[in-house]
């Protein structure tokens, strides 16, 4: 059975950084592309980004662009986010998934073209 695992949760102050991380098992980490996304209450669940399988490539939703980095470590099957000058308006729980299929870039940031989510880790931006 696919596992994701988030951690890195926390809460910070407007302007603080707080970097997330995802490992995967049991299935082949470096053959999927990875994403992260996250949901507040009352909202639907939205991309913020994505890094491709072959870690070449990374996308970014407009909120989050200039301030979010993902990154990947192949070795450690650990995806990551590094979350800076954040907001109030980032406060959400926070999800990694994998694309629906291996070998394929990121293509979107739909939440539909993922899959497998972890329990996801909380985020909370609060002066």
């Known amino acids: 059975e696919v596992q994701l695992v988030e951690s890195g949760g926390g809460l910070v102050q407007p302007g603080g950084s707080l970097r997330l991380s995802c490992v995967a098992s049991?299935?082949?980490?470096?053959?999927?592309?990875m994403a992260w996304l996250r949901q507040s209450p009352g909202k639907e669940r939205e991309g913020v980004a994505c890094?491709?399988?072959?870690?070449?490539?990374?996308y970014y939703a407009d909120f989050v662009r200039g301030r979010f980095t993902i990154s990947r470590d192949n070795a450690k099957n650990t995806v990551y986010l590094q979350l800076n000058s954040l907001k109030i308006e980032d406060t959400a729980m926070y999800y990694c998934?994998?694309?629906?299929?291996?070998?394929?870039?990121?293509?979107?940031?739909?939440?539909?073209?993922?899959?497998?989510w972890g329990q996801g880790t909380q985020v909370t931006v609060s002066n």
């Open positions: 998934a994998r694309r629906t299929s291996p070998n394929t870039g990121c293509g979107s940031l739909r939440p539909r073209e993922y899959e497998s």
């Open positions: 049991e299935f082949d980490f470096a053959r999927y592309s």
């Open positions: 890094i491709s399988w072959t870690t070449t490539s990374t």
